[in-house]
C-alpha cells in the first residue's frame, strides 16, 4: 500500500464467494499490505502455520470447543473459494503476518446455549444482505444478482480491483442505515473486538495493512468509535477456556440444506468457477457429461456442444452477461437428460454441492481419542469419506470384524459414522452391512467422546458402565448387553451383567420381561459369532426365560385391553425366537414353553389374538397335530364365539410369514375360516373387516391369488371333514414317512454342513 492511503484497506467479502475470493487477491497484489487482519476467532492464530502444511486440503474448517464441554462448539469453515483462505495463503506466500480479528470463542462458547452460534457466522444477521441488494435491483433471486455483479466479472481485465469492494462497502452503508445492526445485537460486541485489534494492528504497521471481512461489517470497522465506547462494550463479557484445532469439513456441509447458516447452495458449481481461469461454462459442462457417461447414458461431445449453445441462449434472452449455473442446468436436462428430473438430481447432487472432503495434516492437535482413531481408520484401511457408501463385512475374516468392532465401538460412543443396514450378500450371523459417511460434526463428537478415554475401546467401555449404571429400565440394560458383545467391550459385561441382573430382579412386569429378553439370547449368539465369551449372559437368560414362563398366563388372562392384547401378542413372537436360541443353554427350557404356548392355545379367558398366535407358533414346531389345530380353529370361530375376537383369533394364527402358504396347502383351515367368514353378521362384518384386510393383505399377490382361486370351489365343500385334495392324504400317514426319514435326514445334514460353510447359518 502506498504511505498515501487514506487507512486500512478494508476488504467486505461474502463469505465462500469465489469472485470476492479473486477480487481479494487481485486486491492484495495490487495493495502489498504488510500485514492481513482476516475475520475469524484469535484463538486459531497459533494454528495459522498449518494452512500451508502440504497435508492441509480445503475444505477444512477451525474448531473451537469448550475445553470442559466439548458439545460447546462452534466452527469456522474455509474452502478454497472463501476469500479468507485466499488471504491466509496469500499472505503466508509472501511472509506477510496475517490474525484474526473476530471476538475471541473464549466469550462466544460462554454465552448462554440460546445465543451460541451452531456455525462460522457467530453473529448471523437476520436480514440478508444479499437479498436486499438483488431485489433492489429487480432480481428475485439473490444468487443470480451475485452471479451478474461479482462472479461473472472477468478478474484478469479489470483495472481497479478494488472498485467492487468500494462498492459492497457504499450499498451495506445505506442497508446498515436502514436496518441498523440487521437484528443481531451481538455484531456491536464483534465489531468492536474488530476495532480493538485494527487499532493494534495500526500501532505496529501504521495503515498499511488490510482487513478481510464479511461485507456486512465494512461500514461498522470504518465508524469513528472512541476505544472507551468499544471497551464499554467489551467489558464483563464471560468467558471459558476453549480448546481449537483443524477439523475437515466437505462441500455437502458447506450447502444451505445441510443447516450452515453462512453457507452456498452450490459449493461444487462454486468451486469449479473459482478453478476454472477460462471457458467455465464449456468446462463445466463437459465435466456433467463425464458424470452421465459413468452412469451409462449415452451422451457425447455433441451434446456437450449443443448444451452449451443452448445455455448462451438462455442468457442472452434472459439479459445476463454469462450462462449462470441456472441456464446450464436447463441445457442439461433439455440436452443430455432428455427432459427428465432424475438423471439432473444426479448432477445436482455430484456436481453442483458435491462430496469433496477436506484434509488434515497429522501435526493439527486434536485429543486423544481422535488420535487412536485415526491411527485404527489407517490400520484398517478405513476412509472417512463424505459420500455414503455400503461397506460389506465377513465378520470370519480378521480385518473385518475389527472394523464391525471399531464401528460398533462408535455407536455405542454416539460417533455414528456408520449405520447398520439390510445385507444384500447374505442374510447369516456372519455377515454385517454398514453405510457409511463422515460428516464434520463428528469431529466434535470425537472430542466430546474424549471425556471417556484415550483410545476407542477404552472409551467405549466406560461410556458402556456409566450407561448400565444409568439406565432406568430392563430393556435399556439387555440392549446395551447386546451392543457390548457387538462391539467386543468383555471389559464393559461385569458392569452390565450386575446391571442387569439388579433390574431383572426387581421388574415384574412380564411384558418388559418379554421385551428385554430377545435382545440377552441374541447377544448370546452374537457373542459365539465374534469369539466373545459371553457365557455368563446365558444365566441371566435362563432366569428371565423361566419367569416369562411362570407369569406369561396370568398376564393374558388378567382381563386385558385390545392395547395390551396386542403388545404381549407381539412378544410371543419375540420370545418363542429367543427359546430357540437358548435351547443349548438349557435343554428343559424348550418343553416347558411350548407347555405355556398349548396352555394360552386351550384357555378361552385370553384373547383370540394370543390364542391363534400361540397355536400357529405350536403348528409351525410340529407340536400341534393337524386335526388339533383344526377343533382349535373349529372353535375359535363357532357361532358362540363374537366376530371380533374370532378375527383377532385369525389374525394371530394366519398373520406373519408363511401364514398365506399354511392356507394354501390345508384346505381345511381354509375352508373353516371360509365358513366361518359367510356366516359373520353384516353388521359384524363391518367391525371385523379392518382386522381381516390386515391379515389378508399382507401375504404375495402370488398367495392371495391361489387363495381367491381355492375360494372358488364348489361351494359348501370345504368343512372340518372335507377330504383332501387330489395326491394327499387328509392326515400324516406315519409308514410312508418313516420310509424316506434317513434320505430326508442325510440330505438335511449334507445341506447343513454345506449352508454353515457359506456362513449362512441353520
Known amino acids: 500500500m502506498s504511505p498515501a492511503a487514506a487507512g486500512p484497506l478494508l476488504l467486505g467479502v461474502r463469505h465462500h464467494g469465489p469472485g470476492s475470493a479473486r477480487a481479494v487477491r487481485a486486491a492484495l497484489d495490487r495493495a502489498q499490505p504488510r500485514a492481513v487482519l482476516i475475520e475469524g476467532p484469535p484463538e486459531g492464530d497459533a494454528l495459522l502455520p498449518l494452512a500451508a502444511d502440504p497435508g492441509m486440503r480445503p475444505p477444512v474448517a477451525l474448531l473451537a470447543h469448550a475445553a470442559d464441554d466439548p458439545a460447546r462448539a462452534a466452527f469456522w469453515p474455509l474452502a478454497a473459494f472463501s476469500p479468507e483462505w485466499v488471504a491466509i495463503r496469500w499472505a503466508q506466500a509472501r511472509d506477510v503476518p496475517v490474525r484474526f480479528i473476530d471476538l475471541p470463542a473464549a466469550h462466544a462458547l460462554a454465552a448462554p446455549r440460546e445465543e451460541e452460534p451452531d456455525a462460522r457466522e457467530a453473529g448471523a444477521v437476520r436480514v440478508d444482505p444479499l437479498a436486499v441488494l438483488a431485489e433492489t435491483a429487480g432480481y428475485e433471486d439473490p444468487e443470480h444478482w451475485w452471479e451478474d455483479v461479482v462472479e461473472h466479472r472477468g478478474t484478469g481485465e479489470v483495472r481497479d480491483p478494488l472498485a467492487v469492494f468500494e462498492v459492497l462497502a457504499e450499498a451495506m452503508g445505506a442497508l446498515r442505515e436502514t436496518h441498523g445492526d440487521g437484528g443481531h445485537g451481538r455484531d456491536l460486541v464483534r465489531e468492536a473486538h474488530m476495532r480493538q485489534r485494527m487499532r493494534a494492528a495500526r500501532r505496529e504497521f501504521g495503515d498499511d495493512y488490510a482487513v478481510v471481512c464479511g461485507a456486512w461489517h465494512v461500514p461498522a470497522l470504518r465508524a469513528g468509535t472512541t476505544v472507551a465506547a468499544d471497551r464499554a462494550l467489551l467489558t464483563g463479557l464471560p468467558k471459558a477456556k476453549v480448546e481449537t484445532t ?52 449415452q451422451v457425447s461431445p455433441a451434446h456437450v456442444i449443443e448444451a452449451v449453445r443452448l445455455a448462451e441462449t438462455l442468457a442472452a434472452v434472459r439479459g445476463r452477461p454469462l450462462p449462470g449455473l441456472t441456464e446450464t442446468l436447463e441445457a442439461v436436462r433439455a440436452v443430455m437428460c432428455d427432459g427428465s428430473d432424475v438423471p439432473l438430481a444426479l448432477v445436482e447432487d455430484r456436481l453442483v454441492v458435491g462430496d469433496v472432503l477436506g484434509e488434515v495434516p497429522d501435526a493439527a492437535p486434536v485429543v486423544p481419542l481422535q488420535r487412536d482413531l485415526t491411527r485404527r481408520q489407517r490400520t484398517l484401511r478405513l476412509k472417512a469419506e463424505a459420500q455414503r457408501r455400503d461397506l460389506e463385512l465377513d465378520l470370519r475374516k480378521e480385518s473385518d470384524a475389527a472394523k464391525s468392532l471399531l464401528l460398533h465401538r462408535l455407536r455405542l460412543l454416539g460417533i455414528d459414522w456408520g449405520t447398520p443396514t439390510a445385507s444384500r450378500s447374505g442374510t447369516g450371523t456372519f455377515r454385517e452391512t454398514w453405510r457409511l ?103 441371566v437368560a435362563a432366569g428371565l426365560a423361566e419367569r416369562i414362563c411362570v407369569g406369561l398366563p396370568p398376564a393374558c388372562a388378567a382381563g386385558l385391553d385390545a392395547d395390551g392384547a396386542a403388545e404381549l401378542r407381539g412378544h410371543l413372537d419375540g420370545v418363542h425366537g429367543a427359546v430357540g436360541l ?31 398366535r400361540a397355536a400357529r407358533l405350536l403348528l409351525d414346531d410340529g407340536r400341534l397335530p393337524a386335526g388339533e389345530t383344526a377343533r382349535l380353529m373349529g372353535l375359535a370361530l363357532s357361532p358362540a364365539a363374537s366376530p371380533a375376537d374370532a378375527a383377532g383369533w385369525i389374525e394371530g394364527f394366519a398373520g406373519g410369514a408363511g401364514g398365506g402358504t399354511l392356507l394354501v396347502h390345508d384346505e381345511r383351515l381354509l375352508g373353516l375360516i371360509d365358513a366361518w367368514l359367510v356366516s359373520v353378521p353384516e353388521g359384524a362384518f363391518i367391525d371385523v373387516l379392518p382386522l381381516l384386510r390386515r391379515t389378508f393383505g399382507a401375504y404375495e399377490p402370488g398367495v392371495r391369488r391361489t387363495l381367491g382361486e381355492l375360494a372358488r370351489r364348489v361351494p359348501g365343500a370345504r368343512t372340518a371333514s372335507s377330504t383332501a385334495p387330489a395326491g394327499f392324504a387328509p392326515d400324516l400317514d406315519p409308514g410312508r414317512a418313516d420310509a424316506v426319514a434317513d434320505l430326508a435326514r442325510l440330505l438335511l445334514g449334507a445341506a447343513t454342513v454345506h449352508v454353515e460353510r457359506e456362513g449362512i447359518g441353520r
Open 582 to 612: 437358548l435351547d443349548g443353554t438349557d435343554p428343559g427350557l424348550r418343553e416347558r414353553w411350548s407347555a405355556v404356548l398349548r396352555m394360552l392355545a386351550g384357555r378361552e379367558s385370553v384373547p383370540g389374538g394370543i390364542r391363534g
Open 246 to 297: 483443524w477439523v475437515p469439513w466437505s462441500h455437502r456441509r458447506l450447502a444451505r440444506a445441510g443447516g450452515y447458516g453462512a453457507g452456498v447452495t452450490s459449493p461444487g458449481w462454486y468451486a469449479h468457477l473459482f478453478a476454472a481461469r477460462d471457458r467455465p461454462v464449456e468446462r463445466w459442462l463437459t465435466k456433467v457429461a463425464g458424470l452421465l457417461r459413468e452412469e451409462d447414458r
Open 437 to 539: 459417511c463422515w460428516e464434520p460434526e463428528l469431529s466434535v463428537r470425537v472430542a466430546e467422546a474424549g471425556i471417556w478415554g484415550t483410545t476407542v475401546e477404552g472409551a467405549a467401555t466406560a461410556k458402556a458402565e456409566a450407561d448400565a449404571a444409568a439406565a432406568g429400565e430392563l430393556g435399556e440394560v439387555t440392549a446395551l448387553a447386546e451392543r457390548c458383545l457387538l462391539a467386543g467391550l468383555s471389559g464393559a459385561l461385569p458392569a452390565v451383567l450386575r446391571a442387569l441382573a439388579d433390574r431383572a430382579a426387581l421388574d415384574t412386569d412380564v411384558a418388559r420381561l418379554a421385551g428385554a429378553l430377545p435382545a440377552l439370547a441374541r447377544a448370546l449368539r452374537y457373542g459365539d459369532v465374534r469369539g466373545t465369551d459371553a457365557a455368563a449372559l446365558g444365566t
